[in-house]
Each structure stands twice: as structure tokens, then as C-alpha cells.
């Protein structure tokens, strides 16, 4: 018996099929969103007047592209937050990112 996996990156602004996990940081936070090629390169156009007048602090990482093994792990931590936030009666989408307060509640409840 042959079993076949296939994981479909969704686009995080318009829904649509997503080509590339694209990360980036503002005021100390991390972030990561799942883009078309059209819709990364409106956000690194959007950014380039900024990156090129910056200056960069500490190491970079590399950029992910496509899909990668800690996207799975994130995968099963999203599923369990939002079905722990519906028991408890949180606002939640069923797909796209989760409000980083729901993401907080949760992890303190956990403590």
C-alpha cells in the first residue's frame, strides 16, 4: 500500500495558492505568511524603500521557500489552538494566521 502526502501552502491574503513562506520582522516580532509569488512581491516592493535606508541587526536567516518540517509541527500547534479556543468560546478563523492574544491565552494556560 503507497500513501502520498501532498501539503498545499494557501495563501494568507487572498486565499488563493500560495508559492512561498516569506519571513520578516518588525519592532522585534517575527513573523512568517504564506504568499503567492504576486502577493511576496508586492510585500517586498512595499518594503524596499525601508529595508534599503536600514541598517541590519544581528544574524539573518535564510529566506523559507515552499515547505519546509517545522511547518508541520506549526500545522498540529494551529489545529490544537483553535480547537482550544472554540471550547472556550474565542474568536478564531478556521484557517489564516490566529490573533497572537489567542496564541497568548493559550500559552498561559498551559503554564
Given at each position: ?28 516580532s ?6 503567492s ?30 515547505r ?6 506549526s500545522?498540529?500547534?494551529s ?33
Amino acid at each position: 500500500m503507497a500513501k502520498q502526502i501532498q501539503e498545499i501552502l494557501i495563501d494568507d491574503v487572498d486565499g488563493g495558492e500560495a508559492n512561498e513562506t516569506v519571513s520578516f520582522a518588525i519592532d522585534g516580532s517575527s513573523y512568517e505568511i504564506d504568499l503567492s509569488d504576486l502577493n511576496a512581491k508586492k510585500l517586498r516592493d512595499a518594503l524596499t524603500p525601508f529595508v534599503q535606508n536600514a541598517r541590519r541587526a544581528g544574524a539573518v536567516s535564510a529566506r523559507r521557500r515552499g515547505r519546509g518540517g517545522a511547518r508541520t509541527m506549526s500545522r498540529e500547534k494551529s489545529a490544537e489552538i483553535r480547537q482550544w479556543a472554540k471550547a472556550h468560546g474565542l474568536p478564531v478563523s478556521e484557517r489564516g494566521r490566529i490573533a497572537s492574544t489567542v496564541v497568548e491565552k493559550f500559552e498561559t494556560r498551559q503554564k
